[in-house]
């Protein structure tokens, strides 16, 4: 990857999508200057064992999850908010597991997921014209907070880390150990929505399941999987978890970007390389994935596993070249294609997109982002996705891939496990098990940003795809 045209900085000279302008340059670079010599937040050694995890999803032998927030909020950054997240991060990858007897990488949109791109710059808020809301790293939700501030950054990176530190606590207390499986908030599957019979049948399992492995201890110490380096313990704590954002804000980037040794390539001469030490996997949105884009020129050149999000406006040849400059050398566990097209317009695009790459021979983790190609507007004014579209182009997924002698390695989702103080989940996308109607949407309507599935919502979705791989 070593490449002496890329610099950290290079995409500097390319014209960048979605770029926030910031009134005060030299506020902007102090602050910039600071987060540059702060810590980084993950490790060369965890970037490169999520790259070669992937590599497993690439060939078929590991599922991958991508899941959480649209976006995050300074606000929720809570305890309740985060052990919530992770506790159905972890339930559902354990349905998967369980499903699919394949090791599932489990990637969270959190510990940095701030920065949103909009369809607009501005917006029209009581008959005023301000800025968009941009992401809590950039400008408040606030009509009356939209300029954008730099010491949002900086803020951004303290509210990351003390998500970070959680999460790394959480995981290495016990809480996904599966000593104890109800903390994996199995107990909710028992809600009545989800006492079908079919979803009775899979929490038993799983939990005769659990229980033969505590039982000949098998569970001693952590999760064995066949696709892990090292041994030991996973990357944080007893089982592999991963972070990840949307890289939109370059300057962000760049700022957390370091040059060092290539983990694990071994002794002198040591290989060098820029890890962007903020996430572990970031993606490239469909927004900002332009060719030619300071974007794409930024993620080129940074050894973290990446993701492409790939919608309908992209032609077959576009991603090949996409795909020729983020990974000229072909190498395994780089990239992940995030396919988002909506339910009615999968089957024009799909096909052809994984014949090209097929095609070309690039090795890529194929992802299925059944949400952002299925949101519209309820006739009540919010913003929300049906659940039946939703399946719709998760199912018709699966099946492109199988016809065209492919196989989805993974799904990405918008979803929460927040539940109110009466324990009630929120109420954002349409349909489900526990059917909720449009007139229900704006019960407990939380979201600032994309609808997300709710807990009762993401476990139906887990099932679902617990039941294809046992078909
Ligand atoms: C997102 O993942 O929240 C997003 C904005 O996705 P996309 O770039 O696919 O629209
Ligand atoms: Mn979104």
Redesign the pocket.
Known sequence: MADSNWYPSSWKSRSAAQMVDYPDQQHLQRVLTKINALPPLVTPAEIERLRFQITAVQRNEAFLLHAGD?AESFDACTQQNISAKIGLILSFSLILIWGGRLPVVRIGRIAGQYAK?RSSGTETIDNREVLSFRGDNVNGLDPNDRTPDPERLLSAYFHSTATLNYVRGLLTSGFASLHHPRDWSLSHVRSPALRSVEFEKITRGLSDALDFSHTIGADSGRESVPFDQGGGRGVLGEIDFYTSH?GLMLDWEQAMTREVNVAGSGPSPQEKGFYNTSAHFIWV???TRQLDGAHIEYFRGIRNPIGI?V?PSLENAELIRLLQIVNPNKESGRVTLIT?YGAGKIGDHLPGHIEAVKHSQHPVAWVC?PM?GNTLTSSSGFKTRNFGTVISELTSCISIHAACGSRLGGVSLEFTGELNDEGFSVTECLGGSMELSEEQLGLRYQSFC?PRLNFEQSLDVAFLISNYFKE
Do not use: A, L, T
Request: aromatic share 0%.
């Open positions: 649209c791109p949307e949105g469909d927004r999000k919608g988002r982002d952002h994309d």
